[in-house]
């Protein structure tokens, strides 16, 4: 939303974009939230970059992980070393990677519950 389309909202002084940006992502400035304060159409204008970015997060959040049949290799233990470095880094950062390799630890258990034969961990020597 440009300036002008915000004097029409009813902000007679709106603070810049970069100030609206560092308001959603709560690191604003005191002078900032003063305005959020005493300003309805910047405060709504905050709220709808919060919302735009919690849509991004939903679609987005596991952009840069590896893909489920990686963890699934990493748990069995057919990565190579540095594959398996870089997945173990990952997982120290990702609490979504994190809980997802839980759930294929937990389901060792089940699946001898079930008759399926529990996976085994497989260490390969390198040639």
Known sequence: MSIEERLQDGCA?????NALMAA???EADE?????????P????????IRAFQARLRLRLYRLYCPASDILVDYCQ???DPYQRAAVT???????????ELVLMERAAPLAEAF?????SLVIMPLP
């Open 24 to 26: 959603a992502d709560g």
């Open 31 to 39: 002078a900032t939230l003063a305005h959020l304060r005493s300003c």
């Open 13 to 17: 002084t709106p603070p810049g974009d």
């Open 77 to 79: 233990g057919f990565l």
């Open 115 to 119: 008759g399926y034969p529990a996976p």
């Open 89 to 99: 880094h990952h997982l120290g950062l990702c609490p979504h990677c994190a809980a």
């Open 41 to 48: 159409s910047c405060a709504s204008r905050v709220a709808e």
